[in-house]
């Protein structure tokens, strides 16, 4: 078992949580989550936000930089609402699952 889809989650959470605090863009986000132990590809990480915008949680916008460009994405307040209740439940299962 390779525990993906109790991870799958946890990546959603954890995109929210940066797109609340700033814009975050593929490669970052992709990077930021490495450095948790999650290895993602472009593969799996752009269709996990391209499901999250058209949900509502996230909104993009083009930026150009130079000749490149790049998406950028931010959590909605439908997000931030989201990331709030999900906060509380992460705290209760938390204490449950660390409780002496």
Avoid: N, W
Avoid at 64 to 81: C, F, H, V
């Amino acid at each position: 078992m390779d525990g993906r889809e109790f991870y799958s989650s946890l990546i959603r959470l954890h995109i929210l949580h940066h797109a609340v605090q700033e814009p975050i863009f593929g490669l970052g986000i992709i990077e930021e989550l490495a450095r948790h132990g999650y290895k993602l590809s472009a593969g799996t990480l752009y269709p996990m936000l391209h499901d999250m915008e058209r949900k509502g949680y996230l909104y993009s916008v083009e930026e150009r930089l130079g000749r490149q460009s790049r998406r950028l994405y931010r959590a909605t307040d439908l997000g931030k609402m989201m990331l709030d209740d999900a906060k509380q439940k992460v705290r209760e299962l938390f204490g449950e699952l660390f409780e002496e």
